[in-house]
């Protein structure tokens, strides 16, 4: 390892923020995730110890779908209401 990355990683582990950053995006790459998502999906951010939990995606759905069986029928706007507050 090079003197130059042992001091950025320093940088970075200290969570010290550089005021900007500079990247170079002719080393992109396509995002090899893409292809698994559909129209219709929505992508759900978990808090670290829920992620912790729950480690599938397969997992999360169960439970979630155990939980709506035992919530009342109620539209999906009013839902949307009793959500947003």
């Keep these: 390892m090079k003197k130059n990355d042992v001091s950025k990683s320093r940088r970075t582990l200290s969570g010290e923020l550089r005021p900007e950053y500079r990247f170079d995006y002719r080393k992109a790459r ?21 992620a912790e ?4 995606s397969e997992a999360v759905n169960t ?8 919530m009342p029928k109620t ?6 209401r009793l959500m947003t507050g």
């Design 30 to 50: 396509p995002n090899r995730f893409a292809a698994r998502m559909s129209e219709s999906s929505t992508i759900v951010i978990l808090d670290s110890d829920v």
């Design 53 to 56: 939990v729950f480690i599938t």
């Design 63 to 70: 439970v979630l779908r155990a939980l709506i069986a035992t």
């Design 75 to 80: 539209s999906k706007a009013k839902m949307q």
